[in-house]
């Protein structure tokens, strides 16, 4: 009951503080090749965390910039290459909503980017949140509860089998 109320009283805090937020329209395939500087949040979902590692290669593959956001205890599960490349999330800087607590809101408001990738498949009010924290015009993630409100850019996904979610995200990225 009381994880009820805590998630309502976010989702009530959130809807406040992005109200004047508006998510433009834009051709994905423009944006997405203009783009130089992505920040990636990691999944909360243990096997989703190590099922999504091939995303980050392709990136780089690219040539984009790659930060990753992750909980701090996560940093060494990291591949060895995106280890420096984290912006770690301590138990201090989330709130007793579960959200970013103002230190870390100052923190990401600081960062800019061209891109926002959140690859949490299940909602998650605390990295919904923060891609729309980050200044950055493209954001996606998967089609889930509330993603009109903050993505730009949605891609279907496999409830159950996380490979195949993951999958299906890098051939979208591909294709354009």
């Given amino acids: 009951m009381i994880e009820l109320i805590k998630e309502k009283t976010a989702r009530f805090i959130i809807s406040k503080r992005l109200k004047n937020v ?6 994905f395939s423009a944006a997405l090749k203009r783009s130089g500087a992505f920040l990636v949040l990691m999944p909360e979902d243990e096997k989703d965390f190590r099922t999504c590692f091939f995303i980050l290669d392709y990136l780089e593959q690219i040539n984009k910039t790659v930060k ?3 909980k701090d205890y996560r940093i060494s599960l990291l591949p060895a ?28 408001v600081e960062l800019k980017f061209d891109g926002v990738i959140d690859l949490n498949r299940t909602d998650n009010l ?5 891609t729309n ?9 998967f089609a889930k509860k509330g993603a009109d ?22 051939n979208c990225l591909k294709m354009f």
């Fill in 68 to 70: 990753v956001l992750t």
């Fill in 149 to 170: 409100y903050f993505y730009n850019f949605q891609i279907a996904q496999n409830e159950f089998d996380s490979e195949k979610s993951y999958n299906n995200f890098l």
């Fill in 81 to 108: 290459k995106f280890r420096n490349k984290a912006v770690e999330i301590g138990i201090t800087e989330i709130n007793k909503l579960d959200l970013p607590n103002h230190k870390l809101i100052n923190k990401l």
């Fill in 126 to 130: 605390f990295y919904s949140y923060v």
């Fill in 22 to 27: 508006a998510l433009s329209e834009q051709s």
């Fill in 133 to 141: 924290l980050v200044t950055a015009k493209l954001r996606i993630g």
